[in-house]
């Protein structure tokens, strides 16, 4: 008995994560201690993968210089995606205007994280394994900085040709035969937040058929 008691808190623990995850972009300067990033890496590496190949490869940044660095091709390919978008609500536009924010402050985000896709590893498995291995660790991540207070922001900067992967690639020497994914920022949240705004499952649920 005692251990089905101490499974169900695990899991209501678990879920309450889940149900209040949320994309933060307001950082507080505080460093994140190392051993903290530690802990978030080892979660996101207990992910599953295609094959078990476990395909990941992260890079964290933490210098400043770096990350000003970083930040000059991704934040000039994000400018350009902005000059061409038209016909946006207004909710969409202040959204976007958020990200644009958060892009220019980037040296100023403790933490960046880019979640990187090992292709060698992979072999000639098709892209939806390929896809399907990393993201369940980028998941894990997020709610393991989640469940330790910090804050973290799912972005694609830097992940295609379109959005300043060749630079990134060149100034943080990754090799050719690994694809950036997606790029987390991390800190602790300068702000509370609510849990997010979803509809409702109902929406979206099919049984047996559409």
């Known amino acids: 008995m005692p251990a089905k008691r101490t499974g169900h808190k695990e899991s209501m623990s678990v879920l309450n994560a889940i149900h209040s995850l949320r994309s933060v972009r307001d950082f507080k300067p505080d460093k994140v201690p190392g051993e903290v990033i530690q802990k978030l890496l080892v979660a996101a590496s207990m992910a599953a993968s295609g094959s078990n190949t476990q395909p990941w490869e992260f890079i964290v940044v933490q210098n400043p210089i770096v990350k000003a660095r970083l930040k000059e091709p991704m934040l000039e390919r994000w400018l350009e995606r902005m000059r061409g978008a038209v016909g946006m609500s207004q909710q969409m536009r202040q959204t976007y205007d958020d990200a644009t924010v958060m892009l220019g402050n980037t040296e100023k985000v403790p933490v960046l994280i880019y979640c990187c896709l090992d292709l060698d590893r992979m072999g000639s498995k098709s892209e939806e394994v390929r896809y399907g291995s990393i993201y369940p660790a980028v998941q894990n991540l997020m709610l393991g900085a989640h ?27 990754i090799p050719q035969n690994v694809k950036i994914v997606c790029l987390i920022y991390l800190g602790y949240p300068s702000k509370r937040s609510g849990r997010p705004k979803r509809k409702p499952i109902e929406r979206y649920v099919h049984y047996d058929k559409w």
């Open 147 to 173: 469940a330790l207070g910090l804050g973290t922001c799912l972005t694609v900067h830097g992940s295609t040709s379109t959005r300043g992967e060749p630079e990134v690639k060149e100034i943080l020497g």
